[in-house]
Protein backbone atom coordinates (compact mmCIF):
# COMPACT_ATOMS: atom_id res chain seq x y z
CA UNK A 1 0.00 0.00 0.00
CA UNK A 2 1.69 3.29 -0.97
CA UNK A 3 2.13 6.32 1.61
CA UNK A 4 -0.31 8.35 0.24
CA UNK A 5 -3.08 6.34 -0.51
CA UNK A 6 -6.77 7.56 -0.81
CA UNK A 7 -7.88 5.14 2.17
CA UNK A 8 -4.77 6.36 4.05
CA UNK A 9 -5.27 10.20 3.85
CA UNK A 10 -8.85 9.89 4.66
CA UNK A 11 -7.68 8.04 7.60
CA UNK A 12 -5.31 10.94 8.34
CA UNK A 13 -7.42 13.54 7.40
CA UNK A 14 -10.36 12.14 9.95
CA UNK A 15 -8.06 12.02 12.98
CA UNK A 16 -6.39 15.66 12.34
CA UNK A 17 -10.27 16.73 12.23
CA UNK A 18 -11.05 14.82 14.96
CA UNK A 19 -8.02 16.47 17.32
CA UNK A 20 -9.03 19.83 15.66
CA UNK A 21 -12.88 19.68 17.03
CA UNK A 22 -11.68 18.34 20.71
CA UNK A 23 -9.47 20.95 21.44
CA UNK A 24 -11.57 23.80 20.50
CA UNK A 25 -14.55 21.94 22.13
CA UNK A 26 -12.14 21.57 25.36
CA UNK A 27 -10.14 24.97 25.14
CA UNK A 28 -14.04 26.61 25.04
CA UNK A 29 -14.48 24.50 28.28
CA UNK A 30 -16.71 21.55 28.22
CA UNK A 31 -18.45 20.11 30.49
CA UNK A 32 -19.10 16.40 29.45
CA UNK A 33 -15.33 16.51 28.46
CA UNK A 34 -14.43 17.50 32.32
CA UNK A 35 -17.13 14.71 33.48
CA UNK A 36 -15.20 12.39 30.79
CA UNK A 37 -11.46 13.65 32.99
CA UNK A 38 -13.07 12.36 36.26
CA UNK A 39 -14.48 9.62 35.04
CA UNK A 40 -10.99 8.48 33.46
CA UNK A 41 -8.93 9.84 36.50
CA UNK A 42 -11.21 7.28 39.27
CA UNK A 43 -10.93 4.53 36.54
CA UNK A 44 -7.52 4.90 36.51
CA UNK A 45 -6.59 4.86 40.07
CA UNK A 46 -6.44 1.20 40.75
CA UNK A 47 -4.02 1.33 38.37
CA UNK A 48 -1.84 3.84 39.53
CA UNK A 49 -2.19 2.61 43.29
CA UNK A 50 -0.79 -0.82 41.79
CA UNK A 51 2.22 0.71 39.96
CA UNK A 52 2.78 2.66 43.07
CA UNK A 53 3.27 0.19 45.29
CA UNK A 54 5.04 -2.39 42.22
CA UNK A 55 7.65 0.98 42.05
CA UNK A 56 8.15 2.01 45.19
CA UNK A 57 11.16 -0.07 45.84
CA UNK A 58 12.86 0.98 42.37
CA UNK A 59 11.82 4.79 42.84
CA UNK A 60 13.86 4.33 46.36
CA UNK A 61 17.10 2.53 44.34
CA UNK A 62 16.86 5.41 42.04
CA UNK A 63 16.74 8.26 44.27
CA UNK A 64 19.76 6.37 47.02
CA UNK A 65 21.40 6.26 43.77
CA UNK A 66 20.56 9.85 42.23
CA UNK A 67 20.80 12.02 45.22
CA UNK A 68 23.34 10.88 47.51
CA UNK A 69 26.01 12.81 47.19
CA UNK A 70 23.66 16.04 46.14
CA UNK A 71 21.57 15.94 49.56
CA UNK A 72 25.31 15.07 51.55
CA UNK A 73 26.45 18.53 50.16
CA UNK A 74 22.94 20.27 50.93
CA UNK A 75 22.38 19.20 54.22
CA UNK A 76 26.07 20.69 54.74
CA UNK A 77 25.09 23.81 53.38
CA UNK A 78 21.81 24.28 55.24
CA UNK A 79 23.32 23.60 58.48
CA UNK A 80 25.31 26.71 58.21
CA UNK A 81 22.39 28.05 56.97
CA UNK A 82 20.39 27.25 60.15
CA UNK A 83 23.39 28.50 62.37
CA UNK A 84 23.19 31.47 60.71
CA UNK A 85 19.34 32.16 60.63
CA UNK A 86 18.39 31.11 63.88
CA UNK A 87 18.57 34.86 65.53
CA UNK A 88 16.78 35.88 62.55
CA UNK A 89 14.32 33.77 63.43
CA UNK A 90 13.29 34.84 66.55
CA UNK A 91 13.20 38.65 65.28
CA UNK A 92 11.05 37.81 61.95
CA UNK A 93 8.58 35.77 64.41
CA UNK A 94 7.94 38.78 66.68
CA UNK A 95 7.77 40.82 63.49
CA UNK A 96 5.08 38.52 62.03
CA UNK A 97 2.69 38.78 64.94
CA UNK A 98 2.88 41.89 65.52
CA UNK A 99 2.19 42.46 61.60
CA UNK A 100 -0.56 40.27 62.10
CA UNK A 101 -2.63 42.04 65.50
CA UNK A 102 -1.73 45.58 63.36
CA UNK A 103 -3.63 44.02 60.19
CA UNK A 104 -6.79 42.75 62.74
CA UNK A 105 -6.41 45.63 64.56
CA UNK A 106 -7.26 47.46 61.30
CA UNK A 107 -9.52 45.17 59.79
CA UNK A 108 -7.31 44.43 56.71
CA UNK A 109 -6.65 40.73 55.18
CA UNK A 110 -3.84 38.50 55.66
CA UNK A 111 -2.62 35.02 54.76
CA UNK A 112 -3.86 34.23 58.28
CA UNK A 113 -7.55 35.57 57.47
CA UNK A 114 -8.26 32.38 55.54
CA UNK A 115 -9.11 28.68 55.74
CA UNK A 116 -6.50 26.28 54.40
CA UNK A 117 -6.42 22.53 53.84
CA UNK A 118 -2.67 20.69 53.95
CA UNK A 119 -2.22 17.90 51.27
CA UNK A 120 0.70 15.96 50.71
CA UNK A 121 2.04 15.62 46.79
CA UNK A 122 1.27 12.24 45.27
CA UNK A 123 2.08 12.73 42.20
CA UNK A 124 4.05 15.45 39.24
CA UNK A 125 3.10 15.96 35.63
CA UNK A 126 4.60 13.12 33.81
CA UNK A 127 4.91 15.30 30.69
CA UNK A 128 8.49 17.15 29.99
CA UNK A 129 6.78 20.50 29.50
CA UNK A 130 4.33 21.44 32.65
CA UNK A 131 4.87 22.17 35.97
CA UNK A 132 2.73 20.35 37.76
CA UNK A 133 1.55 18.52 40.65
CA UNK A 134 -0.99 16.33 42.66
CA UNK A 135 -2.03 16.48 45.88
CA UNK A 136 -4.31 14.18 47.81
CA UNK A 137 -7.00 16.83 48.77
CA UNK A 138 -10.01 17.64 46.24
CA UNK A 139 -13.08 19.16 46.47
CA UNK A 140 -14.99 17.14 49.21
CA UNK A 141 -12.11 19.31 51.37
CA UNK A 142 -13.47 22.63 49.78
CA UNK A 143 -10.72 22.55 47.64
CA UNK A 144 -11.60 25.08 44.25
CA UNK A 145 -9.90 25.64 41.02
CA UNK A 146 -7.76 29.13 41.05
CA UNK A 147 -7.12 28.67 44.74
CA UNK A 148 -3.39 29.26 45.65
CA UNK A 149 -1.59 26.73 47.14
CA UNK A 150 1.41 27.94 49.35
CA UNK A 151 4.09 26.52 51.62
CA UNK A 152 6.16 27.90 54.54
CA UNK A 153 8.40 29.65 52.22
CA UNK A 154 5.82 31.05 50.20
CA UNK A 155 3.44 30.80 46.93
CA UNK A 156 3.75 27.45 45.06
CA UNK A 157 0.92 27.42 42.79
CA UNK A 158 -2.77 27.76 41.83
CA UNK A 159 -5.16 25.16 41.67
CA UNK A 160 -6.11 24.24 37.81
CA UNK A 161 -8.06 20.85 38.55
CA UNK A 162 -10.39 19.55 41.36
CA UNK A 163 -11.32 16.10 41.71
CA UNK A 164 -13.41 15.23 45.14
CA UNK A 165 -10.14 13.50 46.50
CA UNK A 166 -6.95 15.09 44.69
CA UNK A 167 -6.13 18.23 43.09
CA UNK A 168 -3.86 19.29 40.72
CA UNK A 169 -1.79 22.43 41.20
CA UNK A 170 -0.08 24.18 38.42
CA UNK A 171 3.56 25.46 39.89
CA UNK A 172 4.37 29.02 39.78
CA UNK A 173 7.28 27.89 36.71
CA UNK A 174 4.92 27.03 34.80
CA UNK A 175 4.66 29.49 31.58
CA UNK A 176 0.72 29.12 31.89
CA UNK A 177 1.15 30.89 35.14
CA UNK A 178 0.54 34.31 35.84
CA UNK A 179 0.16 36.58 39.29
CA UNK A 180 -0.41 40.09 40.26
CA UNK A 181 2.82 40.48 42.61
CA UNK A 182 4.25 43.49 43.81
CA UNK A 183 7.98 44.68 44.89
CA UNK A 184 8.65 45.90 47.97
CA UNK A 185 12.04 47.82 47.94
CA UNK A 186 14.22 50.02 50.37
CA UNK A 187 15.95 52.80 49.52
CA UNK A 188 17.69 55.65 51.17
CA UNK A 189 21.58 54.97 51.84
CA UNK A 190 21.30 51.98 54.28
CA UNK A 191 18.35 49.76 53.79
CA UNK A 192 18.97 48.09 57.16
CA UNK A 193 18.31 50.97 59.31
CA UNK A 194 14.60 50.62 58.98
CA UNK A 195 13.15 50.53 62.02
CA UNK A 196 9.61 50.75 64.62
CA UNK A 197 8.11 53.78 65.27
CA UNK A 198 7.88 55.70 61.51
CA UNK A 199 4.93 57.61 60.24
CA UNK A 200 4.38 57.23 56.35
CA UNK A 201 3.15 59.29 53.46
CA UNK A 202 2.08 57.41 50.22
CA UNK A 203 1.80 58.90 46.71
CA UNK A 204 0.48 56.79 44.26
CA UNK A 205 0.53 56.92 40.33
CA UNK A 206 -1.23 54.79 37.62
CA UNK A 207 0.49 53.82 33.98
CA UNK A 208 -1.99 54.40 31.55
CA UNK A 209 -0.64 51.55 29.38
CA UNK A 210 -0.59 47.66 29.98
CA UNK A 211 0.20 44.56 28.76
CA UNK A 212 -0.57 43.27 25.29
CA UNK A 213 -2.63 46.88 24.79
CA UNK A 214 -1.55 47.08 21.33
CA UNK A 215 -2.77 43.48 20.36
CA UNK A 216 -6.35 45.11 21.97
CA UNK A 217 -5.62 42.92 25.06
CA UNK A 218 -8.48 43.45 27.88
CA UNK A 219 -7.52 45.79 30.94
CA UNK A 220 -9.45 43.81 32.92
CA UNK A 221 -6.97 40.67 32.88
CA UNK A 222 -3.66 43.21 33.67
CA UNK A 223 -4.59 45.73 35.91
CA UNK A 224 -2.97 49.13 35.63
CA UNK A 225 0.42 49.11 37.26
CA UNK A 226 0.90 51.10 40.10
CA UNK A 227 4.01 52.28 41.49
CA UNK A 228 3.87 53.89 45.25
CA UNK A 229 6.67 55.39 47.20
CA UNK A 230 6.56 55.67 50.79
CA UNK A 231 8.40 57.99 52.46
CA UNK A 232 9.36 56.88 55.99
CA UNK A 233 9.88 59.53 58.47
CA UNK A 234 11.50 58.75 61.59
CA UNK A 235 10.40 59.68 65.05
CA UNK A 236 12.91 62.37 66.22
CA UNK A 237 13.81 59.97 68.61
CA UNK A 238 15.57 57.87 66.95
CA UNK A 239 18.27 59.43 65.41
CA UNK A 240 18.59 57.78 61.62
CA UNK A 241 18.58 59.38 58.29
CA UNK A 242 15.15 59.36 56.00
CA UNK A 243 14.29 56.10 54.18
CA UNK A 244 12.11 55.07 51.14
CA UNK A 245 9.73 52.03 50.78
CA UNK A 246 9.38 51.74 47.08
CA UNK A 247 6.59 49.38 45.75
CA UNK A 248 6.12 48.33 41.99
CA UNK A 249 3.59 45.97 41.04
CA UNK A 250 3.37 43.93 37.92
CA UNK A 251 2.40 40.33 36.67
CA UNK A 252 4.61 37.66 37.63
CA UNK A 253 5.28 34.93 34.58
CA UNK A 254 6.26 31.35 34.69
CA UNK A 255 9.03 31.08 32.41
CA UNK A 256 9.58 26.90 32.39
CA UNK A 257 11.22 24.46 34.46
CA UNK A 258 14.99 25.45 33.53
CA UNK A 259 14.29 29.52 34.30
CA UNK A 260 13.23 32.27 36.75
CA UNK A 261 9.60 33.27 36.68
CA UNK A 262 9.21 37.14 35.44
CA UNK A 263 7.77 40.33 36.67
CA UNK A 264 6.78 42.52 33.45
CA UNK A 265 5.92 45.81 33.98
CA UNK A 266 4.14 48.26 31.81
CA UNK A 267 6.46 51.15 31.38
CA UNK A 268 9.52 52.09 32.55
CA UNK A 269 8.63 55.06 35.35
CA UNK A 270 11.29 56.82 37.89
CA UNK A 271 10.89 54.38 40.72
CA UNK A 272 11.69 51.60 38.50
CA UNK A 273 15.57 52.14 38.07
CA UNK A 274 16.16 51.86 42.06
CA UNK A 275 14.30 48.30 42.28
CA UNK A 276 17.41 46.40 43.01
CA UNK A 277 18.43 42.71 43.35
CA UNK A 278 17.26 41.23 45.84
CA UNK A 279 14.19 43.47 46.82
CA UNK A 280 11.30 40.84 48.27
CA UNK A 281 7.99 40.34 45.71
CA UNK A 282 4.71 39.39 47.36
CA UNK A 283 1.25 38.85 45.89
CA UNK A 284 -0.54 41.54 45.16
CA UNK A 285 -4.17 40.98 45.85
CA UNK A 286 -6.98 42.55 44.60
CA UNK A 287 -10.49 41.99 43.69
CA UNK A 288 -9.84 40.11 40.28
CA UNK A 289 -6.50 37.90 41.66
CA UNK A 290 -6.97 34.74 42.70
CA UNK A 291 -4.28 35.08 45.14
CA UNK A 292 -4.69 37.34 48.50
CA UNK A 293 -1.76 39.80 49.23
CA UNK A 294 0.80 39.57 50.93
CA UNK A 295 2.20 35.89 50.01
CA UNK A 296 5.83 35.75 50.26
CA UNK A 297 6.91 35.00 46.21
CA UNK A 298 10.78 35.35 46.30
CA UNK A 299 13.33 37.84 45.87
CA UNK A 300 14.81 39.55 42.61
CA UNK A 301 17.21 37.59 40.88
CA UNK A 302 18.01 40.18 37.91
CA UNK A 303 16.90 43.51 36.63
CA UNK A 304 16.58 43.22 32.71
CA UNK A 305 16.43 46.43 31.10
CA UNK A 306 14.39 46.01 27.59
CA UNK A 307 15.12 48.68 24.42
CA UNK A 308 12.66 51.43 24.27
CA UNK A 309 9.59 51.51 25.68
CA UNK A 310 8.83 47.94 26.66
CA UNK A 311 10.01 48.66 30.30
CA UNK A 312 11.95 46.75 32.57
CA UNK A 313 10.92 43.28 33.70
CA UNK A 314 12.57 40.92 36.66
CA UNK A 315 13.63 38.08 37.03
CA UNK A 316 12.93 36.45 40.89
CA UNK A 317 14.11 33.55 42.46
CA UNK A 318 11.55 32.12 43.90
CA UNK A 319 11.37 31.30 48.21
CA UNK A 320 9.83 27.72 48.47
CA UNK A 321 11.94 24.80 46.77
CA UNK A 322 9.53 23.76 44.11
CA UNK A 323 11.76 20.87 43.06
CA UNK A 324 11.52 19.21 46.74
CA UNK A 325 7.88 19.71 47.38
CA UNK A 326 6.08 17.29 49.95
CA UNK A 327 3.53 19.30 51.68
CA UNK A 328 1.20 21.87 50.52
CA UNK A 329 -1.07 24.32 51.76
CA UNK A 330 -4.35 25.01 49.66
CA UNK A 331 -5.48 28.54 50.69
CA UNK A 332 -9.24 28.45 50.33
CA UNK A 333 -9.06 31.95 48.81
CA UNK A 334 -11.61 32.88 46.21
CA UNK A 335 -11.73 36.54 45.26
CA UNK A 336 -14.61 38.55 46.24
CA UNK A 337 -15.34 38.86 42.46
CA UNK A 338 -15.46 35.00 41.64
CA UNK A 339 -17.78 34.43 45.49
CA UNK A 340 -21.18 33.72 44.92
CA UNK A 341 -23.98 36.69 46.50
CA UNK B 1 -21.08 -7.40 19.31
CA UNK B 2 -19.42 -8.17 22.29
CA UNK B 3 -17.54 -10.76 21.27
CA UNK B 4 -16.58 -8.59 18.36
CA UNK B 5 -15.36 -5.93 20.46
CA UNK B 6 -13.35 -8.61 22.47
CA UNK B 7 -11.57 -9.80 20.06
CA UNK B 8 -10.64 -6.04 18.75
CA UNK B 9 -7.42 -4.49 19.04
CA UNK B 10 -9.48 -1.73 21.18
CA UNK B 11 -10.19 -4.50 23.76
CA UNK B 12 -6.17 -4.99 23.95
CA UNK B 13 -4.81 -1.57 23.37
CA UNK B 14 -7.43 0.09 25.96
CA UNK B 15 -6.51 -1.67 29.22
CA UNK B 16 -2.54 -1.54 28.08
CA UNK B 17 -2.48 1.76 27.72
CA UNK B 18 -4.02 2.19 31.40
CA UNK B 19 -0.87 0.12 33.11
CA UNK B 20 1.26 2.18 30.70
CA UNK B 21 -0.48 5.38 31.95
CA UNK B 22 -0.12 4.54 35.85
CA UNK B 23 3.20 3.02 35.51
CA UNK B 24 3.92 6.66 33.46
CA UNK B 25 2.49 8.63 36.19
CA UNK B 26 3.95 7.19 38.93
CA UNK B 27 7.35 5.52 38.62
CA UNK B 28 8.31 7.86 35.82
CA UNK B 29 7.41 10.87 37.36
CA UNK B 30 10.38 10.13 39.83
CA UNK B 31 12.49 8.47 37.76
CA UNK B 32 14.20 11.60 35.55
CA UNK B 33 17.47 10.46 33.55
CA UNK B 34 18.82 14.40 32.78
CA UNK B 35 16.05 15.79 34.52
CA UNK B 36 13.67 14.17 31.26
CA UNK B 37 10.73 12.22 32.25
CA UNK B 38 10.73 9.10 29.93
CA UNK B 39 7.71 9.25 27.88
CA UNK B 40 7.02 5.01 28.26
CA UNK B 41 3.16 5.66 26.25
CA UNK B 42 4.66 7.44 23.85
CA UNK B 43 7.52 4.80 23.32
CA UNK B 44 4.55 2.07 23.06
CA UNK B 45 2.75 3.84 20.36
CA UNK B 46 6.08 4.37 18.44
CA UNK B 47 6.79 0.43 18.57
CA UNK B 48 3.21 -0.21 17.66
CA UNK B 49 3.65 1.82 14.81
CA UNK B 50 6.42 0.39 14.02
CA UNK B 51 5.41 -3.48 13.86
CA UNK B 52 1.61 -2.80 12.81
CA UNK B 53 2.44 -0.10 10.02
CA UNK B 54 1.25 3.97 9.48
CA UNK B 55 -2.62 3.19 10.03
CA UNK B 56 -2.70 1.25 12.79
CA UNK B 57 -0.10 3.15 14.41
CA UNK B 58 -1.63 6.35 13.95
CA UNK B 59 -5.34 4.77 15.12
CA UNK B 60 -3.79 3.68 18.10
CA UNK B 61 -1.12 6.58 18.61
CA UNK B 62 -4.30 8.48 18.79
CA UNK B 63 -6.67 6.50 21.05
CA UNK B 64 -3.94 6.14 24.03
CA UNK B 65 -3.27 10.34 23.31
CA UNK B 66 -7.11 10.47 24.17
CA UNK B 67 -6.24 8.58 27.17
CA UNK B 68 -3.49 10.46 28.30
CA UNK B 69 -5.20 14.09 27.48
CA UNK B 70 -7.81 12.06 30.01
CA UNK B 71 -5.29 11.11 32.64
CA UNK B 72 -2.88 14.33 32.58
CA UNK B 73 -5.31 17.22 31.91
CA UNK B 74 -4.00 18.85 28.83
CA UNK B 75 -5.97 19.77 26.22
CA UNK B 76 -8.09 17.11 25.13
CA UNK B 77 -6.61 15.97 21.52
CA UNK B 78 -3.21 17.69 22.19
CA UNK B 79 -1.16 14.53 23.07
CA UNK B 80 -3.81 12.46 20.56
CA UNK B 81 -2.45 14.34 17.63
CA UNK B 82 1.27 13.97 18.38
CA UNK B 83 1.17 10.33 19.63
CA UNK B 84 -0.87 9.84 16.07
CA UNK B 85 1.66 11.31 14.24
CA UNK B 86 4.54 9.22 16.35
CA UNK B 87 2.72 6.11 15.28
CA UNK B 88 2.00 7.22 11.43
CA UNK B 89 6.31 8.04 11.69
CA UNK B 90 6.99 4.89 13.16
CA UNK B 91 4.78 2.42 10.62
CA UNK B 92 6.46 4.05 7.47
CA UNK B 93 8.89 1.78 7.59
CA UNK B 94 6.99 -0.70 7.17
CA UNK B 95 6.04 0.19 3.87
CA UNK B 96 9.17 -1.49 2.45
CA UNK B 97 9.58 -4.35 4.52
CA UNK B 98 7.38 -7.55 5.69
CA UNK B 99 9.01 -8.19 8.85
CA UNK B 100 12.25 -6.02 9.79
CA UNK B 101 14.65 -7.01 12.32
CA UNK B 102 14.69 -6.08 15.93
CA UNK B 103 17.05 -3.51 15.60
CA UNK B 104 15.12 -1.78 12.67
CA UNK B 105 11.83 -1.67 14.40
CA UNK B 106 13.94 -0.20 17.39
CA UNK B 107 15.07 2.55 14.98
CA UNK B 108 12.09 3.35 13.55
CA UNK B 109 10.39 3.38 16.93
CA UNK B 110 12.97 5.66 17.80
CA UNK B 111 12.18 8.01 15.02
CA UNK B 112 8.57 7.87 15.57
CA UNK B 113 9.28 8.96 19.16
CA UNK B 114 11.41 11.79 18.53
CA UNK B 115 8.71 13.05 16.25
CA UNK B 116 6.50 12.58 18.75
CA UNK B 117 7.48 14.24 21.38
CA UNK B 118 9.12 17.47 19.39
CA UNK B 119 5.62 18.01 18.24
CA UNK B 120 4.27 18.45 21.59
CA UNK B 121 5.50 22.02 22.09
CA UNK B 122 4.60 22.97 18.92
CA UNK B 123 1.33 21.97 19.15
CA UNK B 124 0.65 23.54 22.51
CA UNK B 125 1.95 26.62 20.43
CA UNK B 126 -0.23 26.36 18.45
CA UNK B 127 -3.16 26.16 20.99
CA UNK B 128 -2.06 29.09 23.01
CA UNK B 129 -0.07 27.92 25.12
CA UNK B 130 3.60 28.31 26.02
CA UNK B 131 6.82 27.84 24.30
CA UNK B 132 9.27 25.56 25.23
CA UNK B 133 13.33 26.88 25.18
CA UNK B 134 15.11 24.90 22.54
CA UNK B 135 17.92 24.05 24.14
CA UNK B 136 15.64 22.02 27.15
CA UNK B 137 13.81 20.42 23.58
CA UNK B 138 16.82 18.90 22.51
CA UNK B 139 17.55 17.24 25.75
CA UNK B 140 14.22 15.96 26.28
CA UNK B 141 13.63 14.77 22.53
CA UNK B 142 17.13 12.82 23.14
CA UNK B 143 16.24 11.42 26.28
CA UNK B 144 12.97 10.11 24.96
CA UNK B 145 14.24 8.79 21.80
CA UNK B 146 17.15 6.57 23.56
CA UNK B 147 14.27 5.44 26.23
CA UNK B 148 12.23 4.17 23.02
CA UNK B 149 15.33 2.50 20.91
CA UNK B 150 15.81 0.77 24.50
CA UNK B 151 12.59 -0.26 25.14
CA UNK B 152 11.47 -1.11 21.56
CA UNK B 153 12.71 -4.83 21.98
CA UNK B 154 10.24 -5.33 24.93
CA UNK B 155 7.33 -2.83 23.48
CA UNK B 156 7.41 -3.62 20.04
CA UNK B 157 5.72 -7.69 21.06
CA UNK B 158 3.85 -5.89 23.43
CA UNK B 159 2.54 -4.19 20.23
CA UNK B 160 2.10 -7.34 18.03
CA UNK B 161 0.21 -8.39 20.36
CA UNK B 162 -2.18 -5.46 20.96
CA UNK B 163 -3.08 -5.10 17.74
CA UNK B 164 -3.45 -9.67 17.16
CA UNK B 165 -0.34 -9.55 14.84
CA UNK B 166 1.24 -12.19 14.06
CA UNK B 167 5.18 -12.15 13.65
CA UNK B 168 6.02 -13.04 9.32
CA UNK B 169 6.99 -15.97 8.28
CA UNK B 170 7.75 -15.42 5.02
CA UNK B 171 11.63 -15.74 4.97
CA UNK B 172 14.01 -15.37 1.86
CA UNK B 173 14.99 -17.91 0.32
CA UNK B 174 18.93 -19.10 1.43
CA UNK B 175 20.61 -18.81 -1.41
CA UNK B 176 18.57 -14.90 -1.96
CA UNK B 177 19.70 -14.71 1.81
CA UNK B 178 23.12 -15.86 1.21
CA UNK B 179 23.61 -13.06 -1.69
CA UNK B 180 22.25 -10.30 0.41
Known amino acids: MPLYSAGRRRVIIALALTSALLLTLDLRGNRLFDAARSGFTVALQPFQQAAEVASTPIERLWRAYSDFDAIEEENRVLRAQVD???????????????????????????????????????????????QQVEIDRGSIHGIRVGMPAVNEAGLVGKVTRVAPTSSVIMLVTDPSYAVQVKILSVGGEDPDQVVPGFTTTTAVTEEESFPGADQGAVREEFPIATSTTTTVVLDDRVNLPEVEVIRETGVLRGQGDERLPRVSFVAGNSAFGRIEIGDTVFTAGGSTSLAPPNIPVGRVANVITRAGTAGQELEVALSPDLGRLQFVRVVLYQPPTELQP | MIGFLMNSWVARVIPIGMVLLAVQTTLLVELRPFGVSVQIVLAYVAATGAVGGVDRGAIVGFTVGLMYDLAVGTPLGATAVTMALAGYVAGIGRLFRIESHWWILALQSAVGAAVGEAMVPVVRLVIGEASVSPTGLLTVVGVVTAAALVASPVLAPLGRWSLSLQRSEMKLPPEIRAEV
Open chain 1, 84 to 130: AQRSAEIAAQNAIIENQDLLALNSLESLASYDSVTARLVGQSPTNFD
